[in-house]
């Protein structure tokens, strides 16, 4: 055992003489490995027990093979390891060219010096020096551009030794500039997701693996909105002006102004949301010229106005007013109900292009009743609304004749024309008929304008009434119960027949017992 730990401890010896050796500078070289030799050869001069001396210096330096006693013979059963340190002695100086793997100074493991191939390395210096000549200064055609409400365009010239751009950003010309992108060699980039209404301020700064050039700039743009396209601005009726208009990119609302002035005045009327692409005003008043302009907004920040675009509050073109005689002397003269309207003045001429008088107003009705005319005289009516002390432009003129004897053949006539046609309950012609539906209808086809009428209508009707049989005339119109039959003249009638299914010519005698009255509306 002290044969073992002897010989580990010149193992440790020799190795610490290695590592100095290794790393020592090269004047220190054989002063390192003499130092080595001496490690090894001093254990033998340590002699606490001579008796265990011996052997290693008979193993170590193989000089005594006489000594052979049994317990010596230990030695021979150390690892093969434990007799490395005694190979190094043979001359006292180390080869020099012995390049081996060395550890590095500090001891770290697997820490070793490499052989560098200088051809390699050629390539890699001529970049390095490549880059540290090239002329990085000069930025040019640096520009900022907005694209949209949330978004920026960067362009500028190459630099050939360029290879990336950074490009720094800050929202004040003086302020602090971030880095916010380091780009390629592409001479162009688009800043995104910015806020609307701020003008930022962009530097870019070209680089290459050695160096960085002068930072060009600063250049600015502004986010905005686009402006409102297509705003339509137009009167709906006296008490209404409607607005249009397309959405914009970004806006999340939209203020509507109004004047009544073209150039100033200019007040906020109302706020809508993103998505609203209307708006009706009913706050005008009629006849009034109102001025409109629309902003987007997007939050705090506002677009630019469109506008100013005028509209007066008025009525529609009113063309719904029609005249009905309803015998010789009366004719009622209706229309569509209008949006606003309060008031409707009616007005009367006898001709066409003649003077036209007030006969009457009504409020918020849609016909009105002309009475005390002249038979067959033929009169043209036109109606105007108002609202308020506002008079809108007069309706389209409307014509008939009151009640014309001189129809009554005609009226005879047009009954004639509708023989054998079919009967249907309701049928008003041309084609089918009931019985009120073919008085009606040669009324009409005749030139008498008078509105249609059941046979219990035309009974109450307010037309010359004759009550005696005997006494009816042609034209005049028969009422039986439930039935109405044209006389027309030499004890005959023609009617609308539900039982014939057809309009017939008949005898008017048959009716006789069954007479309630005879209207005389042409007479």
Aim: proline content about 5%; overall charge negative; aromatic content about 10%.
């Amino acid at each position: 055992m002290r044969l073992k730990t002897i010989s580990a401890l010149l193992a440790i010896v020799l190795l610490l003489s290695m590592f100095s050796v290794a790393f020592a500078p090269d004047g220190a070289v054989a002063d390192s490995q003499a130092v080595s030799g001496k490690a090894q050869s001093e254990p033998a001069g340590e002699q606490p027990d001579t008796q265990t001396e011996e052997p290693v210096q008979a193993e170590s330096e193989q000089t005594s093979p006489e000594q052979t006693e049994p317990e010596q013979t230990e030695p021979e059963q150390e690892e093969p390891e434990q007799e490395e340190p005694e190979q190094p002695e043979d001359s006292g100086q180390a080869e020099p060219s012995t390049p081996a793997p060395e550890e590095q100074p500090g001891g770290g493991e697997g820490q070793t010096l490499e052989i560098v191939d200088t051809d390699e390395m050629e390539p890699v210096v001529e970049a390095q020096a490549k880059a540290e000549d090239a002329e990085l200064d000069g930025l040019a055609g640096l520009n900022a551009t907005r694209l949209s409400h949330d978004s920026i365009r960067l362009s500028w010239n190459i630099i050939p030794g360029a290879e990336q751009y950074n490009i720094y950003r800050s929202e004040t010309e003086d302020g602090e500039y971030a880095l916010i992108k380091n780009q390629g060699s592409v001479t162009a980039y688009t800043d995104t997701g910015l806020k609307t209404g701020v003008t930022y301020y962009y530097k870019v700064e070209p680089a290459n693996s050695a160096k960085a050039g002068a930072i060009a700039g600063p250049v600015s743009a502004k986010t905005t909105l686009n402006p409102i396209t297509d705003f339509k601005v137009e009167s709906y009726t006296c008490n209404r002006v409607r607005l249009n208009w397309e959405t914009v990119e970004g806006a999340n609302k939209y203020v509507i102004y109004r004047s009544t002035k073209p150039d100033e005045g200019f007040k906020a009327l109302k706020l809508v949301g993103a998505s609203a692409v209307a708006h009706s005003d009913t706050t005008v008043e009629a006849g009034t010229t109102y001025y409109y302009k629309i902003a987007p907004y997007c939050d705090s920040f506002r677009g630019d106005m469109a506008g100013a675009i005028s509209a007066r509050a008025t009525f529609p073109k009113f063309e719904s007013v029609t005249a009905e005689s309803l015998n010789f002397e009366t004719i009622k003269i209706s229309w569509s109900a209008l949006d606003g309207a309060t008031k409707f003045l009616i007005y009367r001429s006898d001709s066409a292009d003649g003077a036209f008088k007030s006969v009457g107003s009504v409020i918020k009705a849609t016909e009105f009743i002309d009475t005390g005319l002249t038979k067959g005289q033929t009169y043209y009516y036109k109606v105007v609304p108002y609202r308020s002390s506002y008079r809108g432009a007069g309706s389209n003129v409307a014509s008939v004749a009151a009640a014309n004897p001189n129809n009554i053949q005609a009226f005879i006539d047009a009954a004639y024309a509708q023989l054998g046609k079919r009967y249907v309950l309701g049928g008003k012609g041309p084609s089918v008929f009931d019985c009120s539906g073919l008085i009606f209808y040669a009324l009409n086809q005749s030139g008498n304008n008078i509105g249609y009428m059941t046979s219990g209508a035309w009974a109450k009707a307010d037309f010359t009434t004759i009550y005696d049989f005997d006494a009816i005339q042609p034209g005049d119109v028969l009422c039986f119960p439930g039935h109405v039959a044209l006389y027309v003249g030499n004890n005959l009638i023609v009617d609308a027949s539900s039982s014939k299914g057809m309009v017939v010519e008949r005898t008017s005698l048959n009716w006789r017992s069954n007479f309630i009255c005879a209207k005389r509306p042409l007479g």
